[in-house]
């Protein structure tokens, strides 16, 4: 079993249980991190995560797809890069090495059996992290987020006891309890790990990433 707590969280659950809903729901995933938008903080970000955003930012992103839309490697059909939101830069780390990779990116994955997903991450796009389902004339049907009004107050506490940490750690925080608790149930008491990604799930999510750096690459060209 795997810890990509985003399989878990509220958000997540909330916005494919709502898709479910209804006929030709569309959902986007939008992850979105902290950076300032200057060379020097996304070129000290691309060196420190040198695998690149797929494989590190945008990952669990790739895991809910992997775990709940029928996306492997084998079953994409087609991948869209969004070229107006997109950016691919090429900037000089600390160490002097220069590095290539995404400091924003969205795309849409049909599969072969049917379904159509979106994933949106930005470096720069601030600490909330949210899901929507939209209509087939692109209207936003529904949206949640994280954190939610509920999770503030927690993100306030765990900001003054552990200053200097990531922002993406405190409102994550219940759902990397969440992900403890399913698999300590499960090595325990042989309780089924809901929603908890596998090994198999793990692999599959990064032959995706590995497959799909060259072909959104290629579109942003």
Known sequence: LM??????????????????????????????????ATDESLGECF????????????????ALLVSFYDVSVENIESVVADKDFSSMKTLEGPSGKVWTDFDKIKFTIKTKTGKEVSVQ???CGGDTSYATVTDSAGKELFRHSMPDEED???VSVLEAKYPGAMPYFFS?????????????????????????A?????????????????????QLK
Do not use: W
């Not at 793990?202 to 290629?218: K, N």
């Open 3 to 36: 810890g990509y707590n985003k399989n878990v969280c509220k958000y997540v659950s909330k916005t494919r249980a709502f898709a479910n809903t209804i006929d030709d729901g569309h959902v986007t995933f939008v992850s979105n991190n902290t950076y300032e």
């Open 47 to 62: 060196e420190r995560n040198a695998e690149g955003m797929l494989k590190n930012m945008a990952i669990h992103e790739l």
């Open 121 to 123: 991450a930005d470096r």
């Open 152 to 154: 503030k107050a927690n």
């Open 172 to 196: 994550q925080d219940p759902d990397y309890i969440t992900v403890k608790d399913r698999v300590a149930a499960n090595c325990a008491l042989g309780h089924e790990a809901e929603g908890i």
């Open 198 to 218: 596998t090994l198999d799930i793990a692999c599959e999510t990064l032959r995706v990433a590995e497959y799909l750096v060259p072909v959104l690459r290629d």
